[in-house]
T-cell receptor, first 113, second 110 residues
Framework: KQEVTQIPAALSVPEGENLVLNCSFT??????LQWFRQDPGKGLTSLLL?????REQTSGRLNASLDKSSGRSTLYIAASQPGDSATYLC????????????FGQGTTLQVKP | NAGVTQTPKFQVLKTGQSMTLQCAQD?????MYWYRQDPGMGLRLIYY???????DKGEVPNGYNVSRLNKREFSLRLESAAPSQTSVYFC?????????FGQGTRLTVV
């Protein structure tokens, strides 16, 4: 069964700290992995997408990596700010899965001023 | 989340009532999806549609029906709402690679 896991469920850091969010998956036949941000009561905003042929993607202070062999992806946030406080979700699209996304349960990040 | 519009944004139903959640896109993508999001359960796929006129069950389809009459719209119907269907419902599209989500419908069944 294809599963995606995010640990920890919650994380609190002081402003300015660099941090890493973890995502693991059970099926190495991953087509791509997408990171989303969700603010309370809001929808999902796509942050980064990594194709299976790529090892990392960068957007501003965000960097996402993908290691298929170990079944892991990480989202690195540099110089965290209070505005980064949100829930971060990773979702995998796997080969032969008709485009469905399998989601992790998310990591809720709080950045304290 | 431009391109994916869900209506309504909020709804309260009594047990046994029916309703249809609407999703419309202007991105011209074939694949559309309905997910539900529950605390501690993450997002789970209810139904999906690979193209106009086709639909398939996802992980949690019981109690729901869907309709994809045209490329632009994908609706989710609850025929007889139950408290277990209290959730936040998201419609999504899949482009060539990336997925796009609507803002969600927050449904409460009392």
């Amino acid at each position: 069964k294809q599963e995606v896991t995010q640990i920890p469920a919650a994380l609190s850091v002081p402003e300015g700290e660099n941090l890493v969010l973890n995502c693991s998956f059970t099926d190495s036949a991953i087509y791509n992995l997408q990171w989303f941000r969700q603010d309370p009561g809001k929808g999902l905003t796509s942050l980064l997408l990594i194709q299976s042929s790529q090892r990392e993607q960068t957007s501003g202070r965000l960097n996402a990596s993908l290691d298929k062999s170990s079944g892991r992806s990480t989202l690195y946030i540099a110089a965290s700010q209070p505005g980064d406080s949100a829930t971060y979700l990773c979702a995998g699209r796997f080969s032969g899965n008709t485009g469905k996304l399998i989601f992790g349960q998310g990591t809720t990040l709080q950045v304290k001023p | 989340n431009a391109g994916v519009t869900q209506t309504p944004k909020f709804q309260v139903l009594k047990t046994g009532q029916s309703m249809t959640l609407q999703c419309a896109q202007d991105m011209n993508h074939n694949s559309m999806y309905w997910y539900r999001q529950d605390p501690g359960m993450g997002l789970r796929l209810i139904y999906y549609s690979a193209s106009e006129g086709t639909t398939d069950k996802g992980e949690v389809p019981n109690g729901y029906n869907v309709s994809r009459l045209n490329k632009r719209e994908f609706s989710l119907r609850l025929e007889s709402a139950a408290p277990s269907q209290t959730s936040v419902y998201f419609c999504a599209l899949r482009g060539n690679t990336e997925a796009f989500f609507g803002q969600g419908t927050r449904l409460t069944v009392v």
